[in-house]
């Protein structure tokens, strides 16, 4: 079922909220307000009437309701278009690491900004979109106020998602240097962790482009042509991404690190059990030689007296503890 929020600012007060969509050109048209329009679930009809009034590129406009859209910025005759994804770590149903997604796309104009939220599952939580954009008290610099607020709530999601798998592969080395071998709870753990870091790389990674592409893009719009005290601000989020992105590729070698690591293991333990094995082996082949030797039917020193047995005794008995006491210097047992 669609959903409608909005809000009008005016000197950074609110002026107007939750106002119908018919009231939208109006506000719009205002140069001395700044006005946000939020579509959850937009119905087909809605959206394309929005499209036709406010001269919204189609193929823009396809893009905002499209599954499987890659996150880009690219600019159309009157807006710029904004496709960016949520990322935050969760659990599925059997207690494995899931890495949870979902979708906004935004409509950067003028002196305006309207965004459209129609996958499931991780949505962009907007009232901390609201509380940021109230709390950095830049709303008077125009409408690259909201679309940092926005892209830097993103941005930090993606931190947290990429601190949580760093927590989680934290864990799973403590679980495999564990003293009780669980090596397919750790064979699971891994799988899903690789799955997982595979889907965050495809969110946080193109962050870079959508985020360099949108600080070119505002040098010439007419978003940005009241200031440039957005300069900083702008910097610093291309500096948090370059950050994420970096941690995000260091993610990936410490998962395959665990991986190989996970492997090492598992020989090291199949050589330890196979030395304990031929230790065992070779001690248990000493009383069975010395028992097939006194054992064979032929006149021997010792034959047939009580001298025999206890020949036959001592060398088991030496043998045994010698070999034992070898291997055990060794660390073989």
Known sequence: ?????SRVWRDGEVIASDFP???LDGHLADPSTLTWLDLCDPEGEVLGQLAEELQLDRHAVEDAVAPRERPK??????HIFLTCYTASMGTDAAGLPELKI????????????????VAPGAEVDMDEVLRRWQDEGLLSHGVGALVHGLLDVLVDGHFEAVQAMDDKLEELEDLLFADSVRTREVQVRVFALRK????LRRVVLPMREVVASVMRLRLTSEWEQQSRALDGEFADLY???LRAAEWTESLRDMVASVFETNLSLQDARLNTIMKKLASWGAIIAVPTAVTGWFGQNLPYWGFGSESGVWQSVLLIVFGTVGLYWLF???GWL
């Open 21 to 23: 969509l018919a009231d």
């Open 196 to 199: 997982a870091l595979v889907a």
């Open 328 to 330: 055990r210097r060794n």
């Open 73 to 78: 910025a690219t600019r159309h005759a009157t």
């Open 1 to 5: 079922m669609m959903q409608l929020r």
């Open 239 to 241: 500096d948090h991404v």
């Open 102 to 117: 979902g979708r906004i796309s935004a409509f950067v104009m003028p002196r305006g900004l309207i965004t459209v939220r």
